[in-house]
């Protein structure tokens, strides 16, 4: 009987359907500061191993001062080059990597799927991914810290496998252009790389696939050596022929680390050994387009759910190679169909003083998922819970009160200021505390006022405060952030700013405010008076804009407050002039804003602004649960 036939005999299999799942893709990323130079790139020997065909595996560091060696030991290997094609091994402390014999990869299959937004793992809806700024060669996924009582994977289909102490390791490209797509295929092609360990059967390989951006099957067949599998076409390379012993378990996950290199392929990390397996250069194009790396713990193939028993926490660190700073975000995506039955509770943090950067969060079985809100454009707000709506009254308000260490608000300003319309504002300045910290930042003059005093921000310089609070500079971008996950990015568009707050590990209900919606369901003023549907445009800005004002005593501001206003009008998409609108709506359209909620409001801030900058706030928008709209009044009245 063949191996892989002798392991569905020993292997007790679940009929469960898919289970809708989040992967956090934030695009948030450990800062990397002072970043020591990589380990020198040596001439590899190669000796080809026959011998036993496991890697041994060590008995874990007995001091910290061990530890470290390995970590040194392991960092170094990851990044001493191989030849190409070829599999390898190596076990601490030995230095040279031992070519071992290469074997077919199993016929396991880890498939992209689209899926609605949730609060949990996978399934192609929401994780955190790291997102650099320049694109990137190499990345590293591992855990920090894990706590649960077992694995194992549930409602595997064709292409993965079911049973206890099975899991995937990935580590996913986004979906990127490449010319392997043909003109058969289309236009909407992409190419996309999948690092993965398969636990299943202790093998480490590189799948990839190209598929449509709109997750429609082909119609034309695969070119070349690509193969159709679930609609679209597939390669995976080889694996190495010598693994690990057995199979890890959930205990073993602490000690477990991916690679991805591009050119040089997966490279597995546990018990003082590594494995790696060849990239075949299957998507050529992968290194100048690679912004994206999520890394997780997933089903073992086939659309299966890896699933944690007991109260579970784990802490996912993604680290990417890239020699600048990156920043954290709340953008939330996932680009594979596996998934676990685990919420992320934290928003991502960054720690400085790495040598490469990294977005660390929590994902565990508590009932608190993490919670992100924004304020962009003219501005267009979306709550903690995911209410949508426009604000367009001017003044300073109140954005987060999640207090006492940790209060977000923000200057917004009439649009007849920069674009000679009184019936939007913009926000043009946000002041924090954080900790014991106060940061102001304001567009116009920029500058970036810290503990009182104005203070000068190099691009991509991280400035340390007391209490685990960092502020980074990326070109127009200022991140404040501190290590429970507390989080606050402004993007400066040169007129107005784009606001995000994360709430690290709080839960959503904990802050108030205009960026808050404690009910869920709607919007509530500073005494707890909820506004009900259909709210009206004199309650949105007077009751409920005027109880959210900044009062003097509780201003963050370095400045005087501006004076309130409300907008002379209400106004929408449908209210521009045909052309403008024809003009704007192409260009969001193009950019690839397809939810209808962000399609009118990047139509409508494309068109006001006159500017295509307003469209990137729209290209990655948090998803709205439910749009408030005021409906018409008589009057706005002024102050």
């Given at each position: 009987?063949?191996?892989?036939?002798?392991?569905?005999?020993?292997?007790?299999?679940?009929?469960?359907?898919?289970?809708?799942?989040?992967?956090?893709?934030c695009?948030?990323?450990?800062?990397?500061?002072?970043?020591?130079?990589?380990?020198?790139?040596?001439?590899?020997?190669?000796p080809?191993?026959?011998?036993?065909?496991?890697?041994?595996?060590?008995?874990?560091?007995?001091?910290?001062?061990?530890?470290?060696?390995?970590?040194?030991?392991?960092?170094?290997m990851?990044?001493?080059?191989?030849?190409?094609?070829?599999?390898?091994?190596?076990?601490?402390?030995?230095?040279?990597?031992?070519?071992?014999?290469?074997k077919p990869?199993?016929?396991?299959?880890f498939?992209?799927h689209?899926?609605a937004?949730?609060?949990?793992?996978?399934n192609?809806?929401?994780?955190?991914?790291?997102?650099?700024?320049?694109?990137m060669?190499?990345?590293?996924?591992?855990?920090?810290?894990?706590?649960?009582?077992?694995?194992?994977?549930?409602?595997?289909?064709?292409?993965?496998?079911?049973?206890?102490?099975?899991?995937?390791?990935?580590?996913?490209?986004?979906?990127?252009?490449?010319?392997?797509?043909?003109?058969?295929?289309?236009?909407?092609?992409?190419?996309?790389?999948?690092?993965?360990?398969?636990?299943?059967?202790?093998?480490?390989?590189?799948?990839?696939?190209l598929?449509?951006?709109d997750?429609?099957?082909?119609?034309?067949?695969?070119?070349?050596?690509?193969?159709?599998?679930?609609?679209?076409?597939?390669?995976?390379?080889?694996?190495?022929?010598?693994?690990?012993?057995?199979?890890?378990?959930?205990?073993?996950?602490?000690?477990m680390?991916?690679?991805?290199?591009?050119?040089?392929?997966?490279?597995?990390?546990?018990?003082g050994?590594?494995?790696s397996?060849p990239?075949?250069?299957a998507?050529?194009?992968?290194?100048?387009n690679?912004?994206?790396?999520?890394?997780?713990v997933?089903?073992?193939?086939?659309?299966?759910?890896?699933?944690?028993?007991?109260?579970?926490?784990?802490?996912?660190?993604?680290?990417?190679?890239?020699?600048?700073?990156?920043?954290?975000?709340?953008?939330?995506?996932?680009?594979?169909?596996?998934t676990?039955?685990?919420?992320l509770?934290?928003t991502?943090?960054?720690?400085?003083?790495?040598?490469?950067?990294?977005?660390?969060?929590?994902?565990?079985?508590?009932n608190?998922?993490?919670?992100?809100?924004?304020?962009?454009?003219?501005?267009?707000?979306?709550?903690?819970?995911?209410?949508?709506?426009?604000?367009?009254?001017?003044?300073?308000?109140?954005l987060?009160?999640?207090?006492?260490?940790?209060i977000?608000?923000?200057?917004?300003?009439?649009?007849?200021?920069?674009?000679?319309?009184?019936?939007?504002?913009?926000?043009?300045?946000?002041?924090?505390?954080?900790?014991?910290?106060?940061?102001?930042?304001?567009?116009?003059?920029?500058?970036?006022?810290?503990?009182?005093k104005?203070?000068?921000v190099?691009?991509?310089?991280?400035?340390?405060?007391?209490?685990?609070?960092?502020?980074?500079?990326?070109?127009?971008?200022?991140?404040?952030?501190?290590?429970?996950?507390?989080?606050?990015?402004a993007?400066?568009?040169?007129?107005?700013?784009?606001?995000?707050?994360?709430?690290?590990?709080?839960?959503?209900?904990?802050?108030?405010?205009?960026?808050?919606?404690?009910t869920?369901?709607?919007?509530?003023?500073?005494?707890?008076?909820?506004?009900?549907?259909?709210?009206?445009?004199?309650?949105?800005y007077?009751?409920?804009?005027?109880s959210?004002?900044?009062?003097?005593?509780?201003?963050?501001?370095?400045?005087?407050?501006?004076?309130?206003?409300?907008?002379?009008?209400l106004?929408?998409a449908?209210?521009?002039?045909?052309?403008?609108?024809?003009?704007?709506?192409?260009?969001?359209?193009a950019?690839?804003?397809?939810?209808?909620?962000?399609?009118?409001s990047?139509?409508?801030?494309?068109?006001?602004f006159?500017?295509?900058?307003?469209?990137?706030?729209?290209?990655?928008?948090?998803?709205?649960?439910?749009?408030?709209?005021?409906?018409?009044?008589?009057?706005?009245?002024?102050?």
């Amino acid at each position: 009987m063949e191996e892989t036939d002798m392991r569905k005999l020993k292997i007790h299999t679940h009929a469960f359907g898919w289970t809708l799942a989040l992967s956090v893709a934030c695009s948030g990323l450990a800062l990397a500061q002072d970043m020591p130079a990589k380990p020198a790139q040596l001439e590899t020997k190669v000796p080809v191993s026959t011998t036993a065909n496991t890697v041994p595996k060590l008995a874990p560091a007995k001091t910290a001062a061990e530890q470290a060696q390995r970590e040194a030991w392991r960092e170094k290997m990851a990044h001493t080059p191989r030849k190409s094609g070829a599999c390898y091994k190596a076990t601490y402390p030995d230095t040279t990597w031992h070519e071992v014999p290469c074997k077919p990869a199993p016929k396991h299959y880890f498939p992209p799927h689209p899926g609605a937004h949730t609060d949990t793992i996978g399934n192609g809806t929401t994780d955190y991914v790291a997102q650099p700024a320049n694109s990137m060669s190499m990345a590293e996924g591992s855990f920090d810290a894990v706590s649960t009582t077992s694995v194992q994977t549930e409602g595997a289909g064709s292409g993965g496998v079911n049973g206890p102490n099975l899991f995937s390791l990935q580590l996913n490209s986004e979906y990127v252009n490449t010319k392997q797509c043909t003109a058969a295929l289309g236009p909407k092609c992409r190419g996309w790389v999948q690092f993965v360990y398969d636990n299943s059967e202790q093998a480490a390989y590189v799948q990839y696939w190209l598929l449509n951006d709109d997750f429609t099957p082909f119609t034309a067949g695969c070119p070349g050596a690509w193969q159709p599998n679930s609609g679209y076409c597939v390669q995976t390379s080889p694996t190495s022929a010598q693994t690990f012993a057995s199979e890890a378990t959930s205990a073993d996950l602490q000690d477990m680390k991916v690679f991805g290199t591009v050119g040089t392929g997966v490279t597995v990390y546990w018990g003082g050994s590594m494995i790696s397996a060849p990239d075949i250069g299957a998507v050529p194009d992968l290194a100048s387009n690679w912004f994206d790396a999520e890394f997780n713990v997933f089903g073992d193939g086939g659309a299966g759910q890896a699933v944690f028993t007991g109260t579970t926490s784990i802490t996912v660190r993604t680290q990417v190679d890239t020699g600048i700073n990156v920043a954290p975000d709340c953008y939330f995506i996932s680009y594979t169909g596996e998934t676990n039955n685990l919420n992320l509770i934290s928003t991502p943090a960054i720690e400085p003083k790495k040598q490469y950067p990294s977005i660390i969060f929590i994902q565990g079985s508590a009932n608190t998922p993490a919670s992100c809100s924004t304020s962009v454009g003219d501005p267009h707000i979306t709550t903690f819970d995911g209410l949508y709506y426009s604000f367009y009254a001017s003044g300073d308000f109140v954005l987060a009160d999640a207090g006492p260490d940790f209060i977000v608000q923000g200057r917004q300003e009439s649009g007849a200021k920069v674009f000679n319309n009184p019936n939007v504002s913009m926000n043009t300045a946000v002041a924090v505390q954080m900790g014991i910290n106060h940061i102001a930042i304001y567009d116009s003059p920029q500058r970036v006022v810290i503990n009182g005093k104005t203070t000068s921000v190099a691009n991509n310089q991280v400035i340390n405060l007391s209490g685990g609070v960092a502020v980074l500079r990326l070109g127009s971008l200022y991140v404040l952030t501190r290590s429970n996950g507390d989080l606050v990015r402004a993007q400066l568009n040169n007129g107005w700013m784009d606001i995000t707050v994360g709430l690290g590990r709080r839960s959503r209900s904990s802050a108030h405010g205009i960026l808050a919606s404690p009910t869920g369901s709607a919007l509530s003023m500073r005494d707890g008076t909820v506004l009900k549907e259909p709210v009206s445009g004199d309650d949105l800005y007077q009751r409920y804009a005027k109880s959210w004002l900044v009062q003097p005593k509780e201003s963050l501001f370095a400045d005087k407050a501006i004076p309130f206003a409300a907008p002379v009008q209400l106004i929408t998409a449908a209210d521009l002039d045909k052309a403008a609108y024809a003009q704007a709506r192409a260009a969001c359209t193009a950019a690839g804003v397809t939810d209808a909620t962000h399609l009118d409001s990047c139509t409508l801030d494309t068109a006001v602004f006159k500017s295509k900058v307003a469209i990137k706030a729209f290209t990655r928008a948090m998803p709205a649960k439910l749009e408030i709209k005021p409906v018409a009044v008589s009057a706005l009245k002024q102050p």
